[in-house]
């Protein structure tokens, strides 16, 4: 088991920064894949970014170039910095961890942090 706690969010104008971290509640060292995501109601849970246990990243294509993901395994940290934020990034952010056993993958989420850009 692994619980998340996510922190950062808040109230932004268009253009200005926020940076969001999640805390681990044991090493994520064992963790293949570690992730943020969002959500605003009425669609779907969606990828923003992920990192692998090696350090490998992926964005959405919305936020490549604006958002960099990072992990700190001796602190069971992952983080998002989010920059140049447009009002179409205002939704819940999610992080997620991704353990990958001999049976399959299993997902641990977070409850959320709210993101709010004004225009």
């Known amino acids: 088991q692994v619980q998340l706690v996510e922190s950062g969010g808040g109230l932004v104008q268009a253009g200005g920064s926020l940076r969001l971290s999640c805390a681990a509640s044991?090493?994520?060292?064992?963790?293949?894949?570690m992730g943020w995501y969002r959500q605003v109601p009425g669609k779907q849970r969606e990828l923003v970014a992920a990192i692998s246990i090696g350090g490998s990243t992926n964005y959405a294509d919305s936020v490549k170039g604006r958002f960099t993901i990072s992990r700190d395994n001796a602190k069971n940290m992952v983080y998002l910095q989010m920059n140049s934020l447009k009002p179409e990034d205002t939704a819940v952010y999610y992080c997620n961890a991704a353990a990958i056993y001999g049976y399959g993958r299993v997902d641990y989420w977070g409850k959320g942090t709210l993101v709010t850009v004004s225009s």
């Open positions: 044991r090493s994520t060292l064992s963790i293949n894949h």
